[in-house]
């Protein structure tokens, strides 16, 4: 970006990869439309949660589960509540249904997260290519571009502080 050539004199970025620049941003226009266009072609319902099985033993000393170890399975909906996970049985008419609304909600959420994947490069280029659009005011003693705005990104604290 900018690099200090003397105490007052500045060296400015190249102007060459402007137009680099401006087709990446449009690139990444195009990715963006396309999951806008998965987020709002969603019309629901969704449904946050896991769809797994179960085995486990019923509990009767004659069955086949408890005298040959042939264990009962059993489909349930498991989601985090609270911070804590929770686990609801699925009856088996439900089953096609939940992972239905399970899957869509895990294809809306990773939509969404590309969106602000994407979002995000794409200012950090638009903050490139100002930086390439800048001009040096007076000639002979520009002044240095602006730096980076609002407060300081905290630094990552250790599970032992």
Known sequence: MLTVTSKTCYSWPVA????????????LEAQRDQQLERVLAER????RGSVAERARVCG?????????????VSPYLSMAVGGATRQTHLPAG???????K??????????????????????RLIDRLATTLLG?????????????????????????D
């Open 60 to 72: 009767h000393p004659t069955c086949l589960c408890a005298t040959q170890g042939e264990l009962h």
């Open 44 to 47: 629901g319902p969704l449904l």
């Open 94 to 100: 439900d089953v096609q249904q939940v992972q239905e």
């Open 102 to 123: 399970t899957n869509r909600y895990r294809r809306f959420r990773q939509a969404r997260a590309r969106l602000v994947q994407l979002a995000a490069e794409q200012i």
């Open 136 to 160: 040096a005011y007076p000639a002979d003693s520009p002044v240095e571009p602006a730096g980076r705005r609002g407060p300081r990104p905290k630094k990552a604290r250790h599970a032992t």
């Open 16 to 27: 060459d990869d402007r137009s680099r620049l401006r087709q990446q941003i449009g690139a």
